[in-house]
């Protein structure tokens, strides 16, 4: 028997997701965003649960290519652009839409000599400070990328620093709306955070525009956690990390747990060994005290995080044993939920960093159920 550790993809959440983020933003055209393996959910197995979309964002060309060959003739739009002129000719090949966030990329399209024009979203740096051009220069970048043989339309686009927070997303939009407001072109601004937390606000109508690109909250995270679960925003996760107990321990007081003897048993325990370490992208900062679920009830983790090995508190649970099931995130045997934002929050980090880092070495299955 392999070791008991899996990942499981749920396509039936995707589509939940899909649909709940569609319905906060009826009028735009969805990008799935796939970057990063679809979240580390894995590209081929994601795609199933995201058919309903209207096109899918990522980063990297090998990505592009895949999707092409499973079949996707939809829109695919690369976020950063390309990285040298030769991309351009996979651009052209594969039809993919790209970012054009630079003058350099703008100097490269000059001297493509293409089959068909390019459809690219010129990227607007309104304040994050990352990629785009500033709106001092973004009309004048407009206005080469306008009259270049080599493309075919220009879609407006920024990003915003802030949607999850309290900072909000208002102040970029005024800065975008300024330097695109008499330029004709679609118009793309949102990720999973502006979505839930901005898009109906009434002071910002223009929030969801033509293109929306939900990530995270696709895939069953809460961008604002812990302001906001995903329970309060309707949400599913898209991807259970479970294994098995495949020791048990009973403790007396003083006795210690793992390495460096972090926890120490305040009285008589039973523990359980769980077949789940950082090196299958748990993280180590999820010391004592980290909710669990055992056989879908909820526990903790106690001391360290090893490479190969965590430990569960097992003292209020006398049914679980030897080859119980755990439920490190996602969605129990018996239904319960145990949310990766809480993990991640717990481990001082984000829903996103966890679902991206869970190692090659752990199998991933699609959930046969859904
Ligand atoms: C990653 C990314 C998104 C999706 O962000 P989420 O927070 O995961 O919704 C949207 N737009 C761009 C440009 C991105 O890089």
């Not at 220069?137 to 920024?158: G, K």
């Not at 390495?259 to 993280?283: E, H, K, L, Q």
Request: proline share 6%; net charge negative; charged share 20%.
């Amino acid at each position: 028997m392999p070791r008991p550790i899996q990942v499981t993809v749920h396509p039936e959440a995707l589509r939940a997701n899909l649909a709940r983020l569609r319905a906060e933003t009826p009028d735009s055209r969805v990008w799935g965003v796939v970057k990063a393996n679809a979240y580390g959910h894995g590209i081929e197995r994601a795609l199933e649960g995201l058919r309903s979309v209207d096109g899918f964002a990522l980063l990297d060309l090998d990505e592009a290519s895949r999707l092409r060959a499973l079949d996707w003739r939809g829109p695919l739009l690369l976020l950063e652009g390309v990285f040298e002129t030769r991309d351009l000719e996979l651009c052209s090949r594969l039809g993919l839409w790209h970012v054009v966030h630079c003058e350099e990329q703008i100097d490269m399209l000059a001297l493509h000599k293409t089959h068909a024009p390019h459809r690219v979203f010129l990227k607007m740096n309104s304040g994050m400070n990352r990629l785009g051009l500033r709106p001092a220069a973004y009309r004048n970048a407009w206005a080469r990328l306008n009259a270049l043989p080599q493309v075919e339309e220009i879609t407006h686009m920024t990003h915003f620093s802030d949607a999850d927070g309290p900072l909000g997303v208002a102040h970029q939009v005024r800065v975008f709306d300024a330097a695109t407001r008499d330029l004709p072109g679609e118009r793309s601004l949102s990720n999973s955070a502006a979505i839930l937390r901005h898009a109906a606000a009434p002071d910002l109508p223009n929030l969801a525009a033509d293109w929306v690109r939900p990530g995270v909250a696709i895939y069953g995270s809460a961008p604002d956690f812990p302001a906001h679960d995903i329970a309060h925003w309707g949400l599913l996760p898209a991807m259970t990390l479970s294994s098995r107990v495949i020791a048990v321990q009973a403790l007396q007081a003083g006795d210690t747990v793992g390495y460096g003897s972090t926890f120490s048993a305040p009285g008589a325990m039973r523990i359980g060994i769980v077949a789940c370490g950082y090196a299958d992208g748990y993280p180590r900062h999820c010391s004592t005290g980290t909710p669990v679920l055992v056989q879908g009830r909820r526990t903790r983790t106690l001391g360290r995080v090893s490479m190969d090995m965590i430990a569960v508190d097992l003292t209020d649970l006398p049914e679980a044993g030897f080859g119980s099931e755990v439920t490190l995130w996602g969605r129990a045997g018996n239904g319960q939920v145990l949310s990766i934002d809480e993990v991640a929050h717990a481990g001082g980090t984000v829903g996103y960093e966890l679902m991206c880092a869970v190692a090659p070495r752990v199998p991933v299955q699609v959930d046969p159920a859904a």
